[in-house]
């Protein structure tokens, strides 16, 4: 137990003025003597030891009666362990332009506000702390790890401009974290490692708007090589990662449920120039509104199987070389531009650039394609349903035996696989006008002398053509000339062709719709 006695006079004027709730300022007013990275120099003037502000909020000092209590400290280099592990609290605690020897502990406390602004610590543990207030570390450097752990804060957690740092693991843990307000990361938040919300219940949203995140060094065995940012299974009613946001490393959201908006408006992706996952994995997450126009396409991969979204916004600076679709649902899709005067605009972008979005997908999946002629369907645009449909069928090709590849170029040729059956007419056309004149300017002979019906080109044309019923004419003449024969059987041939490409391109549309 602390006596009074040895108390240094730093010491007792915080102990004095604990019970008022009275702030104890010790800093000089002088801007190079009160910088608070160099706070480990500070003398014993400014000097206040870990285990005498543990036994103020830990009952030390009785708090006079319709009084608030409350430690406040400013400007002082605390010596020692600050350890208040599984101690509740009475008080608040607000530290500001502090020094901290050692990282403080606060692991299972129950308390109504922390606040430790603009100080310097060298990591900080409060795993599975309680409080009933707000969390605010706002401006201040953690040169180590930042421990969340199924921590709960009924109110918001505040690290606007704060850095944190790690040489390698994770730089934030804050896995199963319980929120009753939002998280603020804004402001000129850095962190150097891997920040992990595994599981964590953000209702009041996350909100990291020109945050920086990187991966500098390989990670060591507590998180994955290249990951900035882990949110999967994140239960979150908004996620904004906007107006600057950079993560040099992976963002991962996989099977993060987003109630209302994830957006990347104006942010940076890059994946870990060491690591070797995607820019962003978004496997099996579910959002209802996802912005993801960014300020540039990503240097790595963007990976959205299985995702599901009810509105898409993208622009031309989405999408990297390779991305992954395969799975992905959407109830609406939105190219976005700027407008004359800087401002976002909404646009159906064309199917061709669409297909040419999907082909970015490595290998051939029906799915992609599908969706996306499907959300034109229900848009009402048939035709653009159509010609996605008909670049699943080109791309699908690639990948079939050289045999039925052929065939396939056929059905493309001549039907379009059924999704342009014009292009039967026209051949029809085209090959009706050839025989036709051909054989106006040649007369065949009559397979019965004097008992023949008179030669008509047009209609001997179709005839060979249409090889369903007869009009008379094939079976009545022939000829002798052998190239006029063979191109007879030529015609014939090509009725054939062309009347199976029709039923099995139809029939493959038919069937699809």
């Avoid at 608040?92 to 990282?103: D, K, V």
């Avoid at 100080?119 to 421990?147: K, Y």
């Avoid at 957690?157 to 843990?173: A, H, K, M, Q």
């Avoid at 904004?240 to 040099?248: C, E, K, M, P, V």
Wanted: glycine letters at 12%.
């Amino acid at each position: 137990m602390l006596s009074y006695d040895e108390l240094t006079s730093p010491e007792r004027e915080l102990w004095d003025a604990f019970p008022e709730g009275r702030r104890v300022d010790l800093r000089t007013g002088v801007a190079e003597d009160d910088r608070v990275v160099e706070g480990g120099q500070w003398g014993p003037e400014r000097t206040v030891r870990a285990a005498v502000i543990a036994a103020l909020l830990s009952g030390a000092n009785a708090t006079q009666q319709g009084v608030a209590a409350c430690l406040k400290l400013s400007g002082a280099r605390i010596n020692g362990c600050l350890d208040l592990s599984d101690v509740e609290l009475g008080q608040a605690l607000r530290i500001e332009e502090c020094w901290f020897e050692n990282a403080p502990k606060l692991q299972g406390a129950s308390t109504r506000t922390i606040r430790m602004v603009d100080s310097w610590l060298p990591g900080l543990d409060i795993a599975l702390v309680r409080v009933e207030g707000h969390l605010d570390l706002s401006r201040s450097r953690v040169e180590g790890c930042l421990d969340l752990l199924n921590a709960s804060v009924a109110g918001e957690l505040v690290l606007n401009g704060t850095r944190v740092c790690v040489s390698e693991g994770w730089s934030v843990i804050a896995d199963g974290l319980d929120m009753g307000g939002g998280v603020f990361c804004m402001h000129g938040f850095t962190a150097r490692g891997g920040i992990r919300l595994l599981g964590a219940q953000l209702p009041g949203g996350l909100y990291m708007q020109g945050a920086h995140l990187e991966c500098p060094v390989p990670l060591g065995r507590p998180g994955p090589r290249g990951l900035a940012l882990a949110l999967d299974n994140v239960v979150a009613s908004t996620l904004n990662l906007s107006g600057g946001f950079t993560a040099d490393g992976t963002v991962r959201l996989r099977g993060a449920r987003v109630s209302d908006s994830l957006t990347f408006e104006g942010a940076v992706l890059n994946a870990a120039p060491d690591g070797d996952g995607p820019a962003l994995a978004g496997l099996l997450m579910q959002v209802a509104d996802f912005d993801f126009t960014l300020a540039r396409p990503p240097s790595g991969t963007v990976d959205l199987r299985g995702a599901q979204v009810s509105y898409l916004h993208d622009s031309e600076h989405s999408w990297p070389d390779v991305v992954e679709l395969d799975g992905f649902v959407y109830g609406s899709i939105k190219a976005v531009e700027a407008g004359e005067r800087g401002e976002a605009t909404g646009r159906r972008q064309s199917a061709v650039c669409r297909v040419e979005w999907i082909r970015r997908s490595p290998g051939y999946s029906p799915q992609p394609y599908e969706q996306l002629a499907s959300w034109y369907r229900k848009a009402g645009h048939d035709n653009d349903a159509r010609r996605v449909l008909l670049a699943k069928q080109r791309h699908r090709r690639r990948t079939l035996h050289p045999v039925t590849r052929a065939w396939g170029h056929l059905l493309d040729v001549t039907v379009g696989y059924g999704y342009r059956p014009w292009l039967a007419g026209v051949w029809l056309l085209a090959l009706t006008l050839l025989g036709t004149l051909t054989f106006s300017v040649h007369t065949p002979n009559p397979v019965q002398q004097g008992d023949s019906v008179p030669f008509q080109p047009l209609v001997y044309t179709l005839d060979l053509l249409v090889p369903i019923g007869g009009l008379g004419q094939r079976t009545a003449w022939y000829w002798s000339n052998g190239s006029l024969q063979w191109l007879a059987y030529l015609l014939i041939a090509f009725g054939w062709v062309l009347t199976t490409a029709v039923i099995a391109g139809v029939t493959r549309a038919l069937q699809k719709n």
